[in-house]
């Protein structure tokens, strides 16, 4: 019997803006071994920050290709059809980090009602939250008629949680106001929903002007500005600023014009991933990367597991409930439609009110 290929996308890390498909033969299974058909994933801005940081948190090595090729990871759904693990059945559905493919070969470990891990040689230096594979039969959070939302948005939600927990957790840094750069990103949206429904204090979303008039729409902002008016906020007030643009000329323009009254500078991603770095020895404080995974075990440490799944929990069905009234999702189906929606986001050309959701099968089996 032949055995089953495997189509993967692919882009060149020193230009992602060249893609190619490759197709790869799946080979017998080793002990332990699971073999995963990838149903469906999310593409967002949120995914060129995986590649921006490619190399820097090594997101090019959670699906190693050959030299000067990468897989950008994304958030996906995928059915177990080849088991050599006694404790994962063919058919489990599970919701985790995956390569935009049609398949995936995990070497599946501590497998538990919640979940199971990939411990395959080159994933074992990466989090574990980067590994998991959660059951949905078992997942207290998961509604199959929310697939869509939880690709597009659990795991961004997530690092928003994270981020608000972490400045909650530092009294905003003493901050009165809190600036959001890439206000239309949907981590950024996360985000002020977290900070404007617990009062944490004014928040002001920055983006460009195609997009000003849907982030103001949204009702989460107290002030939504362009990047070209950095100078209209006020420099009397302590502010806190997260980043999710990485647009170094703004960032600089922010940092000169508030000075000693920044109170922290928070990166957390890089939708503007062909802007210029950021210069060096800016006023203020130095900009500081966010780790998400860092920053879940303190939240564990603090909170415990359970403590940490509830308060997740619940504001992850509060967020999720609050997206129906804008969101406008959009499915795409094959490998034509995965590039072009690949080079849309890339280009900064995809509609912030439209998520889309994608698979490299050519018609949806399921």
Known sequence: MTNPTRLSFLVRRDDWSQTRFETTEIGDLAAGQVQLRIDRFALTSNNISYAAAGDMLDYWGFFPAEDGWGRIPAMGFGDVVESRHPDVAVGERV???FPMATHLVIDAEG??????????????RHALAYRQYGRTS???????KREDQILLFRGLFLTSFLVDSFLADHDGFGAETYVVGSASSKTAIALAFLLSTGSRGR???????????????????DEVITYPDVKSLPNQVPTTFIDHSGDGEFVSALHHHLGDRLAHSCIV???????GPRPTNLPGPEPAFFFAPGEIKNRVDAWGPAGFQQRLAEGWRRFCDSTDAWLEVVRGQGSAEVERVYQEVLEGRAKPSEGHVLSLWESDAR
Do not use: C, M
């Open 138 to 144: 078992t997942d207290p959070t998961y509604e199959a």
């Open 269 to 275: 991603g890089a939708t503007h991933w062909n802007a």
């Open 111 to 124: 497998a538990g009602p919640a979940q199971f891990v990939d411990a395959a040689a080159h994933r074992a």
């Open 203 to 221: 928040v002001v979303g920055v983006t460009s002007p195609r997009n000003r008039e849907f982030v103001t729409g949204l009702g989460l902002y």
């Open 95 to 97: 919701f985790g980090f």
